[in-house]
């Protein structure tokens, strides 16, 4: 039953049915978290820098989550109440998360 | 000076993650085990989650039966009440936290008073340099000061920590908190 599977094991797999909507908005949240820290640390290296990073990093995240929900899981968005709802998901938690990896490791690979 | 740069960050983050745990762990004996925030807290879920689930039945906006929309508004005062004995309970070991926490950041941002901790991979827009480029000499508003790398880190974990522990509030409860308590505010 959905509810002996681990979240975990249903967010690696198509089509899944959220019946407890904050499962699929826990998943979202650490995808995005995952997806911030990974674009912070590419945008320090290369250096990606000013508002094309920030823009980089907006159409990434939100891109993806995007991509999830509607191709990958193809939720209705209703049941959720809108994209917008799933997009603001852990919004500013991740956005700092970005900040301080883009803002470390440009200070690292490039200051020192 | 570059060099100390690097280190200077890292500390910065250490330290916030430090203070973090630190405010999570306070909040912790003087607030989360408690027996009165516990019932509270319950009591908010349990009732966040029946209102959810019969505003999601009835449906919002539409016309409603009155003794229905009588019962509905009902639950939300009481709601409103039970969120509102929440905030009070918190209220106390909140004081104790901010107090110990000012005196920490008073003391930190004295040691780290004029340094740059960190370069920025972008200008700040003019509002936030007051925190970005606080207490620094120049104007090369790449140079990052010591309170908005902590703010940007307390930010980016502090949420992952209370997750981490099960200290958080569920989404329903905090979305209708903030829908009942909102106008007056």
């Not at chain 1, 089509?15 to 908005?25: A, G, S, V």
């Not at chain 1, 709802?85 to 490791?105: D, Q, R, V, Y």
Request: proline fraction near 2%; glycine fraction near 8%.
């Amino acid at each position: 039953t959905s509810m002996e599977t681990s979240i975990w094991s249903r967010a690696f797999k198509r089509q899944q049915k959220w019946e407890d909507k904050d499962d699929l908005l826990d998943v979202i949240y650490w995808m995005r978290l995952v997806v911030s820290i990974v674009v912070g640390i590419l945008c320090g290296i290369v250096p990606l820098t000013g508002i094309l990073g920030i823009v980089f990093y907006l159409g990434i995240s939100c891109g993806l989550i995007y991509a999830y929900c509607s191709i990958f899981q193809q939720i209705d968005e209703d049941e959720f109440g809108g994209m917008w709802e799933i997009l603001k998901e852990g919004f500013m938690t991740s956005f700092a998360m970005f900040l301080i990896n883009w803002i470390l490791i440009y200070t690292a690979c490039h200051f020192s | 000076i570059h060099s100390k740069m690097l280190a200077d960050a890292i500390l910065i983050v250490a330290i916030s993650i430090c203070t973090a745990l630190l405010s999570e762990g306070l909040s912790y004996v003087l607030l989360y085990r408690t027996e009165d925030y516990k019932r509270l807290k319950g009591v908010v879920e349990k009732q966040s989650k029946r209102l959810e689930r019969k505003r999601e039945v009835v449906g919002e906006g539409l016309a409603r039966p009155s003794g229905q929309k009588k019962k509905l508004e009902k639950q939300e005062e009481q709601l409103k009440n039970y969120n509102r004995d929440l905030t009070m309970v918190r209220m106390k070991s909140m004081v104790v936290i901010g107090f110990t926490f000012t005196a920490l950041l008073g003391m930190f941002n004295s040691i780290f008073d004029g340094r740059v901790v960190a370069k920025l991979p972008f200008v700040p827009f003019s509002l936030l340099q007051g925190i970005s480029h606080r207490n620094l000499m120049g104007s090369d508003f790449t140079d990052c000061s010591f309170i908005f790398l902590y703010i940007l880190c307390t930010m980016a974990i502090r949420e992952n920590i209370q997750k981490f522990f099960g200290f958080g509030v569920s989404r329903t409860a905090s979305k209708l908190g903030s829908n009942l308590v909102g106008p007056s505010k």
